[in-house]
């Protein structure tokens, strides 16, 4: 009979075969090829995590998008008297400039606005052709001319009058009233941007019946506007307001200025004012 201590000094034999070694070796190669292409993917997805957050500030706001004009529409310089540089006119120039209808492309507005001693701004949107005109103050822009456009391209607005254009003194007590009624007040009367109603009112932007508000405690004023971006406007009227809520009528528009000498471009404060694109 064989001793117990020898049952337990003899080792376990293998029950396993060659054809098994191979088997294991195999996946374990197919097993680290796995894990190589896991990584990968980890790596592609952390790779597109950090792109999108460039696209964000430390607020969580879209950064501002410069204006490109396609290749196909690229604007010719001027040599006679160059463009202004940095700058896009992509805002809406309340009247001050005038359909130029034989211009049919962005191409061809800039080259005979060039071409005219006379011509000093132009625009191009699909909707309104080609405008041209003179020279304009733009921005913050308060030296030059009294002809001026805004910076920023057409937006979105919440606003209202509080008066009937021609109307009798009464229709404009009622419109008034229900104007500033909160429950029967329309902030979505005048969606497109109107013109007129002055410098920002920087202590009540915070909303649209903020801004509402400040305009009916204020006997002279009968028109407001809010904007999220750009604040509360009032005054004793506007006009040139924009649009109906078409799509078209807030894109923004691609034009240039000519540079001129007698200006400074400056802002109220004798500044430099530069546009931000």
């Given at each position: 009979?064989?001793?117990?201590?020898?049952?337990?000094?003899?080792?376990?034999?293998?029950?396993?075969?060659?054809?098994?070694?191979?088997?294991?070796?195999?996946?374990?190669?197919?097993?680290?090829?796995?894990?190589?292409?896991?990584?990968?993917?980890?790596?592609?997805?952390?790779?597109?995590?950090?792109?999108?957050?460039?696209?964000?500030?430390?607020?969580?706001?879209?950064?501002?998008?410069?204006?490109?004009?396609?290749?196909?529409?690229?604007?010719?310089?001027?040599?006679?008297?160059?463009?202004?540089?940095?700058?896009?006119?992509?805002?809406?120039?309340?009247?001050?400039?005038?359909?130029?209808?034989?211009?049919?492309?962005?191409?061809?507005?800039?080259?005979?606005?060039?071409?005219?001693?006379?011509?000093?701004?132009?625009?191009?949107?699909?909707?309104?052709?080609?405008?041209?005109?003179?020279?304009?103050r733009l921005g913050m822009e308060k030296d030059?001319?009294?002809?001026?456009?805004?910076?920023?391209?057409?937006?979105?607005?919440?606003?209202?009058?509080?008066?009937?254009?021609?109307?009798?003194?009464?229709?404009?007590?009622?419109?008034?009233?229900?104007?500033?009624?909160?429950?029967?007040?329309?902030?979505?009367?005048?969606?497109?941007?109107?013109?007129?109603?002055?410098?920002?009112?920087?202590?009540?932007?915070?909303?649209?019946?903020?801004?509402?508000?400040?305009?009916?405690?204020?006997?002279?004023?009968?028109?407001?506007?809010?904007?999220?971006?750009?604040?509360?406007?009032?005054?004793?009227?506007?006009?040139?307001?924009?649009?109906?809520?078409?799509?078209?009528?807030?894109?923004?528009?691609?034009?240039?200025?000519?540079?001129?000498?007698?200006?400074?471009?400056?802002?109220?404060?004798?500044?430099?004012?530069?546009?931000?694109?």
């Amino acid at each position: 009979m064989m001793k117990r201590s020898s049952i337990w000094k003899t080792p376990p034999q293998s029950v396993q075969s060659s054809s098994d070694d191979d088997k294991y070796s195999r996946h374990g190669v197919h097993m680290n090829r796995v894990r190589c292409a896991i990584f990968a993917v980890i790596v592609m997805i952390c790779l597109a995590a950090v792109r999108l957050a460039m696209f964000f500030d430390k607020d969580t706001k879209l950064r501002p998008v410069k204006l490109v004009v396609p290749a196909s529409e690229s604007i010719p310089q001027c040599e006679s008297q160059p463009w202004k540089p940095n700058e896009d006119m992509r805002g809406k120039c309340p009247g001050d400039l005038k359909p130029f209808a034989s211009a049919k492309t962005v191409s061809e507005c800039a080259t005979t606005c060039c071409s005219d001693p006379k011509c000093i701004t132009w625009q191009y949107r699909k909707d309104t052709g080609c405008l041209q005109g003179g020279d304009v103050r733009l921005g913050m822009e308060k030296d030059g001319v009294s002809a001026w456009c805004s910076d920023h391209p057409p937006r979105r607005w919440k606003g209202q009058y509080l008066y009937k254009k021609g109307g009798k003194e009464e229709e404009d007590a009622e419109i008034r009233r229900k104007g500033c009624d909160a429950s029967t007040w329309n902030p979505n009367e005048q969606v497109g941007q109107c013109f007129g109603l002055g410098d920002v009112k920087k202590n009540v932007s915070g909303s649209a019946e903020e801004c509402r508000s400040a305009c009916c405690k204020d006997e002279k004023c009968r028109a407001w506007q809010w904007n999220a971006d750009l604040g509360c406007f009032y005054a004793s009227h506007m006009f040139s307001c924009q649009g109906d809520g078409d799509p078209v009528q807030f894109e923004p528009f691609v034009g240039r200025r000519k540079l001129m000498a007698n200006r400074k471009y400056i802002d109220i404060n004798d500044k430099p004012w530069v546009m931000t694109l």
